[in-house]
């Protein structure tokens, strides 16, 4: 291979690595501080050794307001794929909160909603893993607008498909819209939260206030 390939090669392989630590060393040391694990480790402990097929892994959001242009990790805070439980294939998705909070972005619902056409087309499970503050509201109305693709996948596939939501954290907005449409909520010990909105919403870059 010539000296360019290998240099495609060399950053192919950088970014694979980035997209495991998701939104990097330090954050994962807090997410563990509270008593949390990654979305990584979520799948591990949830599907059969050897059974995840991730794909979307490297995508990353495109939008450079408010600062976002600087804060770009590959799989853009979600982990997406398939994989199998007790031996049955599922489709799974876990909200990785150690990247912007697990704020919901247009990448985010691509990759959801490509999952769920595909568990519609194949007759599997769908399993969400939600661990996430809502909507990403430095890309405004484009969050909004993707979380309505999702929804509309998860009436669709309403008897259709079993649909199991698991609230891991502190979930709020979309992030529990999403999961009230499904068949099963599963919330695990004693630090989930869901809430169907955020009150009086600040944010350092966006001066704005949301009341509910």
């Known amino acids: 291979m010539d000296g360019k390939t290998n240099d495609h090669l060399q950053t192919l392989r950088e970014m694979r690595s980035r997209a495991v630590l998701g939104g990097g060393v330090k954050r994962i040391e807090q997410q563990h501080a509270r008593g949390k694990l990654t979305a990584r480790e979520r799948l591990s402990l949830l599907l059969d050794d050897g059974s995840f097929q991730e794909f979307g892994a490297l995508a990353t959001h495109n939008v450079s307001a408010f600062g976002l242009d600087k804060q770009r990790f590959p799989g853009d805070g979600i982990v997406t794929g398939f994989g199998k439980v007790s031996g049955r294939r599922v489709a799974v998705f876990a909200q990785d909160f150690t990247v912007l909070g697990g704020s919901f972005s247009e990448v985010q619902a691509q990759k959801i909603s490509r999952l769920q056409d595909l568990a519609l087309e194949s007759g599997i499970p769908l399993i969400g ?19 309505g693709e999702v929804f509309v996948r998860n009436v669709m596939a309403s008897g259709v498909i079993p ?14 819209y999403s999961p009230a449409l499904t068949d099963f909520i599963i919330m695990a010990g004693e630090s989930p939260l869901s809430s169907i909105g955020r009150r009086n919403t600040l944010t350092k870059d966006l001066r704005w206030f949301q009341p509910v």
């Open 163 to 176: 649909q199991i939501s698991l609230i891991l954290g502190p979930c709020a907005g979309g992030a529990v």
């Open 129 to 147: 893993l939600n661990d996430s503050g809502g909507a990403r509201i430095q890309e405004g109305v484009r969050s909004l607008a993707a979380y």
